[in-house]
């Protein structure tokens, strides 16, 4: 039997009169069946594979069954990002609103008087994300125990996108204190396209729920996929190529930095196609029209960044291009998954690349995509840095908490799990003795270091677990907004002489208002690209890298390669492959040794600073190879430099651990970091950047004998 037949008659018929549905899919029967018996789910579908409905329609089903209490919320909805949530604003509102209930959307875009409306008369249904939530907890004028009093089920849009980050370890900590409002057992449903270990992320969402949990993942038919990887010689020749395909069509061009999308669209425009720029520095008009107006064209590509890889809804699509390559199967997976919508069309990728490196990344993603794998998201126990954001947020929330009650609220929580309570202990002792809390009687409150770092705008920088940038609003003089500029850009510009490039225009600065935080533009023929990079290293995956290795290292034809591509990475192969056949692939040169291990960025630095540590040497690591360079540096040397490697003496000294750990560098990876005691903030550096178990295995597959 179907599990429409469980629905109740009032959301049955509007389902068939209203929607025009003669059946559901095979994913939304099984996860009605599962939510509408009680079970928490993970629920798996590709981009509009139907997953919204599978968790909305038994979630309003219960809604109809068992009303929510008066002035009570019943369901959240949360998403990564409020562009999502205004994309899936409407189409929730009709779901809603054709069973007669309601839906109302609560971020920071959101005016204050319709917030105050909806807390007055609140909707069944609440769309946010999780630093909305953390508002209406901390908020006074926000009665959230009466609010949440009878919230029954929680829905977490593209879950993968908040497993294993700050983001999630926030969301998770919410949905406990919420569910203490509540004072039953919250129901947890996450929804994905991608992701390598659902059970996993099933047992993060969970929490403390007691109910049983199942993962909906129904057979998928199999689907013809078109791939192309092509290179070119530049971003405006590989920009002229993809402004040619795309005539005619509608596309999305995904870019890996704001930097190279402003860069692509300029170059595509005036090619016979609307080009359009999205990225989260483009004002959310210019990007609402973007989607609006792309929506209606026929002959248009939007260049953009992963702020469209998530569910956002564009309308039909004919291609999606990729700048260089993604750094996981599940980007390249969630931003194909945007085409092949159509009766008659197929899912496609064609990827645009610099450089021969970025050939072989696009491959390698597309044969472990072939291969049925997809990266496992690594859900953290020990999040300190969200840790101490929870410690303020119940200080702001309670007035002032016991450290017991500390312990009790949080430790549930599992990217928390792996915390000892003396660890917590140590960690409060240490923010009272920094002024970062304030002791008394027994209770924690607020300390005056803490009020002068975060208490900025009524503690506006508590809501998020991310740093919120000073931004200045870029505008042109008739007062067009057209988006912002991080303030270390705009100390750089000088006015009537400096030009920069937004919104895949260039712009020339007029004025720079640094007490309004306002800089004036008008158009200019050409700009410089604005500086949006990090200093934090990007690190591919393990797996991801040996795929890349072991393309090198065989003779199996990659199909899909274009002429220039397929040449490109033939001469790579003729270079490297006899080389990357040899059990240990280390090359002498002019006195300094490369070890090509292909083991990803975290593993690699973990050997680096091994090296460094037991030989003195300097290591430079990157994704593929390490560098080493130094007194005495010789073929023989090194190998018996990773024998010593890959004893378990080594490793499990505990001098080796503290001094790896004492090399890391300061990178800045959290604002809540300068809190912490210098372990803990070690141990959080650490946890991005190294992979001891991993490494270890690596190196119990390396030969190290000479000759080899």
Known sequence: MSAFALFPARLQHAIVARLGWTALRPVQDLAADAILAGKNAVVLAPTAGGKTEAAVFPAL???????????????????????????????????????????????????????????????????????????????????????????????????????????????????????????????????????????????????????????????????????????????????????????????????????????????????????????????????????????????????????????????????????????????????????????????????????????????????????????????????????????????????????????????????????????????????????????AGGLLSMGERAERTFGRRNFQELYAVFSTPVLYRVETGTGRELGSLEQAYVDRLVAEMSAFLLAGRAWLVETVNHEEKRVRVRPAPGGQKPSWGSFVPSLLGFELCQRMKRLLASDDEVPYLEPPAAHAFAALREDMGALLRRALPLQMDSGAARWWTFAGGRVNHTLKYALELSQGWKVVADNVQLRIEGDGVTDERVRAAIRLLQTDEFWDDSQTGRALLARLPPYRLSKFQDVLPAAMAVETIETYLLDVKTTRQFLLSVTTAAGE
């Open 61 to 439: 089903a219960q809604l109809i069954e068992r009303p929510v209490a008066e002035g009570a919320v019943g369901v959240l909805y949360v998403a990564p990002i409020k562009a999502l949530l205004n994309n899936q604003e409407e189409r929730l509102g009709t779901y809603a609103e054709m069973v007669g209930l309601r839906r109302f959307v609560w971020h920071g875009d959101v005016t204050d008087v319709e917030k105050r409306s909806f807390v007055r008369d609140p909707a069944e249904l609440l769309m946010t994300t999780p630093e909305s939530l953390e508002v209406m907890l901390l908020s006074q004028r926000t009665p959230a125990p009466k609010l949440f009093r009878d919230l029954r089920l929680v829905i977490v849009d593209e879950v993968h996108a908040f497993a294993g980050t700050d983001r999630g370890a926030h969301l998770i900590s919410v949905l406990e204190r919420l569910a203490r409002v509540g004072q039953g057992d919250l129901q947890r449903i996450g929804l994905s396209a991608t992701v390598g270990n659902p059970e996993e992320i099933l047992g993060w969402l969970r929490g403390t729920s007691r109910r049983e949990g199942v993962v909906v993942d129904p057979p998928r038919p199999p689907s013809r996929r078109e791939i192309r990887v092509s290179l070119h010689d530049s971003i405006p020749a590989l920009a002229q190529e993809a402004a040619r395909r795309a005539v005619g069509k509608k596309s999305l061009f995904f870019c890996q930095s704001r930097a190279v999308t402003e860069a692509v669209a300029e170059r595509m425009r005036g090619q016979g196609t609307d080009v359009f720029v999205h990225h989260g520095s483009v004002s959310l008009a210019e990007r609402r029209e973007a989607e609006e107006r792309f929506h209606r064209g026929q002959d248009a590509c939007i260049v953009c960044t992963s702020t469209l890889e998530l569910g956002i809804d564009v309308g039909d699509l004919d291609r999606v291009f990729q700048a260089n390559a993604p750094s996981t199967v599940a980007s390249f997976l969630q931003r194909m998954g945007r085409t092949g919508r159509r009766a008659g069309t197929v899912a496609n990728t064609t990827f645009f690349c610099e450089e021969t490196e970025d050939v072989l990344q696009a491959a390698a993603l597309v044969e472990l995509a072939r291969e049925g794998w997809t990266e496992p998201v690594r859900v953290s126990q020990r999040a300190f840095p969200v840790l101490v954001h929870q410690i303020f947020a119940l200080t702001l929330q309670h007035g002032a908490v016991s450290a017991e009650r500390i312990w009790d609220e949080l430790h549930v929580v599992p990217d928390f799990s792996g915390i000892e309570q003396s660890e917590l202990r140590s960690l409060l002792a240490h923010m009272t003795r920094e002024d970062f809390l304030f002791e």
